[in-house]
């Protein structure tokens, strides 16, 4: 990946915003459960951080992917996981089909609010029945008239308490499946709508997360995002974007927990000398070190042939599964090495800990992405390859 003055602009930009707008409050926002997402997201918006590779002509930068990532592994600076997977949302999980497929019409009553920060937004995929098989979501909506009517409900839904509009995966009709689902933009104030709870979650503790009910929800057909059928498809195509954002967003968070530990261990003596000194520890620090830079090497590859309009799903997909494996493996080493210390809930590495366990379960487990490594590199069982329609 070839960096340029552009790109390192657009860095400080985005670490400064996260050193002025997040960091200060990280701890209260942590504390009550819920950051202020129209603030926050606005400020964010001012500064063109929300619409990065958005087209120009619906208030985006129009620049290419590369752009984002280089903001996501910035806004990986910030000092708790909540806020930036809520941003990841608003930029690179809920609007990828909506500015690809949508109508100009849909997008510039719902994607040109979304980048200025004026409205945030909610991606609806996984229910309580279907997490990573998105093929078994219940959710539906029968047609009437021009109108769709949605029953239903959503689960582990970022943003969800805030959001004004969801983008919502739904089975608009009987069809096989991967043939029988629509993205449908659903605005989160329309009659029927219930926000029933906002969750109690391991960590991403400042990102408010909810469980959404759908009783009746009468919305016009012209708020489905391109075909109707197509939305598994579509759904797909904005996991790869979701993935490769996610893994990229892991890395300066790594590289900090790395440092952290090295200044602590440095000044941590027991038993006449720094833990540092300890063979162990040191070179236990360079191994992890040195895999966050493959890690590194790998979103960037996938990134540069993302820019290229090739393919990404198997890299996306190893990216995924990397970042979330390596994300454990760093904060366990370390925060062991921080003793009883990091046992403590206020230090970073133990909210780094609770954090990032999440990326190994969102936008696909880690055995999902092996499934799909496997599929592409024809290493699926004959069975398995019929049960998923290879």
């Not at 000092?79 to 849909?106: E, I, K, Y």
Request: aromatic residues 8%; glycine residues 10%.
């Amino acid at each position: 990946m070839l960096w340029t003055e552009e790109h390192d602009t657009l860095r400080k930009t985005m670490r400064s915003f996260v050193q002025n707008e997040i960091d200060p409050f990280v701890d209260e926002w942590e504390k009550e459960g819920i950051f202020p997402a129209h603030e926050l997201f606005r400020k964010a918006g001012d500064l063109g951080l929300l619409g990065i590779s958005k087209p120009e002509e619906f208030g985006g930068l129009g620049l290419d992917y590369s752009y984002s990532i280089a903001a996501a592994e910035e806004l990986g600076t910030a000092r708790c996981g909540g806020v930036p997977m809520a941003m990841g949302v608003q930029t690179d999980m809920a609007t990828p089909a909506l500015t690809r497929f949508g109508s100009d019409a849909l997008r510039r009553e719902f994607l040109t609010p979304t980048i200025t920060g004026e409205q945030v937004c909610c991606v609806g995929v996984s229910e309580a029945s279907a997490g990573s098989d998105v093929a078994r979501i219940k959710t539906h909506a029968r047609k009437d008239g021009d109108d769709y009517v949605i029953n239903g409900s959503k689960l582990w839904i970022t943003n969800g308490i805030q959001a004004d509009w969801m983008c919502a995966l739904v089975n608009t009709s009987d069809d096989h499946p991967h043939r029988n689902k629509s993205l449908v933009i659903i605005p989160m104030d329309t009659k029927g709508v219930v926000k029933a709870r906002k969750l109690d979650k391991l960590g991403m503790r400042c990102s408010d997360t909810a469980e959404i009910y759908f009783d009746e929800v009468r919305v016009p057909q012209s708020n489905r995002i391109g075909d109707e059928g197509a939305g598994f498809m579509y759904q797909m195509l904005q996991f790869q974007e979701e993935r490769l954002w996610g893994a990229a967003n892991m890395l300066m968070g790594l590289d900090m927990a790395i440092a952290d530990t090295i200044e602590q261990t440095r000044g941590r003596k027991a038993f006449g000398k720094s833990i540092l000194d300890n063979q162990v520890v040191h070179f236990r620090l360079a191994e992890l070190t040195t895999e966050v830079e493959l890690l590194r090497s790998l979103v960037y590859r996938a990134t540069e042939m993302y820019v290229r309009g090739e393919n990404v799903t198997r890299m996306a997909s190893m990216a995924k599964l990397k970042a979330g494996r390596l994300a454990r493996e760093v904060t366990d080493s370390c925060l062991q090495y921080w003793g009883g210390m990091g046992f403590m809930w206020e230090v970073p590495i133990s909210r780094l800990y609770r954090d990032s366990r999440v990326v190994s379960i969102g936008a696909g487990a880690d055995e999902v992405m092996l499934s799909i490594i496997c599929k592409i590199d024809g290493t699926l069982p004959e069975r398995k390859k019929k049960d998923r329609g290879a």
